[in-house]
Nanobody
């Protein structure tokens, strides 16, 4: 599985950005796609995830609930993260990730494949 992330950029606090991640190559019948982020000097942290089958159930970290929305386009094998009401503390490199199976997990070590990161910078 190859993951190609795109999007991100620089925005002022309160603004919006989106990132996307396209999956290619062999995939599994059941999998999770998620977003993590890593700020300088910090560990990689869970942001959001979506179950690809089973209704596309979504999961969010408390820090982004109500501001971020994860969605998918099955035909394009692409997952999106729409980020609204951005805060300076959202500044990080954002990574998409792929986990086989149906169980969402917030630990980065539980994900099998990773895309390259894309920078999101929120200025105050």
């Amino acid at each position: 599985v190859q993951l190609q992330a795109s999007g991100g950029g620089l925005v002022q606090a309160g603004g919006s950005l989106s990132v996307s991640c396209a999956a290619s190559g062999p995939t599994f019948s059941n999998y999770i796609m998620g977003w993590f982020r890593q700020a300088p000097g910090k560990e990689r942290e869970f942001v959001a995830a979506i179950r690809w089958n089973g209704g596309g159930t979504t999961y969010y970290a408390d820090s982004v609930k109500g501001r971020f929305t994860i969605s998918r386009d099955n035909a394009k094998s692409t997952v999106y993260l729409q980020m609204n009401s951005l805060k300076p503390e959202d500044t990080a490199v954002y990574y998409c990730a792929y986990r086989r199976g149906i169980l969402v997990n917030e630990r980065a070590s539980e994900y099998d494949y990773w895309g390259q990161g894309t920078q999101v910078t929120v200025s105050s």
